[in-house]
């Protein structure tokens, strides 16, 4: 899942965005979760840069990901493709349960002190 991820976010260009910014969520145009995981690192005074991509984007990267699945004999439950994905320190997170989760375990605030992102 996350070389696909990479890949997508390759395609789109946005690698130098992703590289140069200490936290970058690329996510559904105006999907709530983008908002949800925004608000989380707004509350630690860490504030990301946002990537919206279209829904175009969403169902070729969730052919993608079916696709290779199927290829590779998974025939279980097909799923939708990581968004948001969230970057921070230019190395990919996960989704927004994986921030949730690395936040709950306290290490999102040192993560974020490392990539820069914050100076409490």
């Not at 590289?19 to 509350?43: D, P, T, Y």
């Not at 921070?88 to 375990?105: E, S």
Request: aromatic residues 6%; contains cysteine.
């Amino acid at each position: 899942m996350e070389q696909l991820v990479m890949v997508a976010i390759k395609e789109e260009g946005l690698i130098p965005i992703v590289e140069g910014s200490m936290v970058v969520i690329v996510g559904r145009r105006g999907c709530h979760m983008n908002f949800v995981a925004q608000r989380l690192l707004e509350r630690l005074k860490a504030y990301p840069t946002m990537y919206e991509v279209s829904e175009e984007f969403v169902a070729r990267m969730t052919l993608m990901h079916n696709l290779g699945r199927t290829l590779r004999g998974d025939y279980k439950t097909l799923v939708a493709p990581l968004f948001p994905a969230i970057f921070i320190g230019g190395k990919l997170v996960g989704g927004l349960d994986q921030l949730i989760a690395i936040h709950v375990t306290g290490k999102l605030i040192p993560m974020l002190k490392e990539a820069g992102a914050i100076w409490l």
